[in-house]
């Protein structure tokens, strides 16, 4: 039976450590690190999401606003705002919460962040410093992931590991950040011949494709580690992940459950990577 890591506990731990380099930051400079949502419209899960993310900035000692735009933005006004933020000296990180309002170009405005304040790993330099190996912002679920690894005790040098997704948001950023630490990787998607037996060679696998109970109990190798990023409906309108978690605990090693598992992981990343790239922009000691 798999031993089922708990993301809450491993957000929590990675949040005490931002709490600790926080208060070191603000002896050094004299001000918190400052993390800044714009949020154009009233989605309602962008609302819990921009929400989240504000609260959990205050409770580590970090300034935390939300920007609450209207529904009826122009895409000049919102490049306008993210713009005006981009110059602050005082912002350290700056997140849009997507999706935007429809007729906005989400593109554009993202690329006018700056990759410094980039908290989200988004801008292109960004990727390409990622996929270089130089230091930059990367996506906080990818970033999540490998932690939530390491902290299991997971073994990545030699590893055959197979991400299952090619988003610029987990699949392809959770590769590059696994070849860098010697893990031999395999990409694979929705459209993969034979999924089966590529699950079948990987020791560990990270799914991130959408598609719900997709990794199946029996494809799994017996004693894998299993990252499951997927947030899906199963047939009973219950959220489950990618993974059939019941039938793959059975042969895992070590599995994350749906929820509680990288969800967490994901605010507490940014958290950390908003103290790095205000540490970076101040160059702190």
């Not at 605010?267 to 970076?280: D, H, I, P």
Request: glycine letters at 10%.
């Amino acid at each position: 039976m798999a031993n089922v890591l708990d993301g809450k506990a491993v957000a929590q731990k990675v949040r005490a450590e931002v709490a600790l380099g926080v208060e070191a930051f603000k002896r050094q400079f004299g001000r918190a690190p400052s993390l800044h949502v714009v949020l154009a419209g009233g989605d309602p899960a962008s609302a819990i999401y921009v929400r989240n993310k504000e609260k959990a900035a205050l409770e580590v000692g970090m300034e935390g606003k939300v920007h609450r735009l209207s529904e009826t933005i122009s895409q000049v006004e919102l490049e306008r705002a993210v713009s005006e933020l981009d110059n602050d000296p005082n912002v350290d990180g700056i997140l849009v919460q997507l999706p935007l309002p429809k007729g906005l170009d989400e593109k554009p405005i993202l690329e006018l962040i700056r990759p410094a304040k980039d908290v989200d790993g988004f801008h292109a330099l960004n990727i390409g410093a990622l996929w270089s190996g130089l230091d930059g912002l990367v996506p906080c679920t990818a970033r999540g992931c490998v932690r939530l690894l390491d902290e299991a005790g997971v073994k990545l040098e030699g590893a055959r590991a197979l991400v299952i997704g090619r988003s610029n948001l987990v699949g392809k950023p959770v590769a590059a950040l696994l070849l860098a630490r010697n893990a031999t990787v395999t990409v694979a998607h929705s459209r993969s011949v034979n999924l089966a037996g590529l699950c079948a060679e990987a020791d560990i696998i990270i799914a991130a494709v959408g598609r719900a109970k997709l990794v199946r109990g029996e494809w799994v190798k017996p004693g894998a580690a299993v990252i499951d990023v997927g947030t899906n409906k199963d047939e009973n309108g219950k959220q489950c992940g990618d993974v059939d978690f019941a039938a793959v605990s059975e042969r895992a090693g070590v599995i994350t459950p749906v929820p509680g598992g990288v969800g967490p992981m994901t605010v507490a990343m940014l958290l950390e990577n908003t103290l790095r790239a205000a540490s970076a922009r101040l160059g702190a000691g």
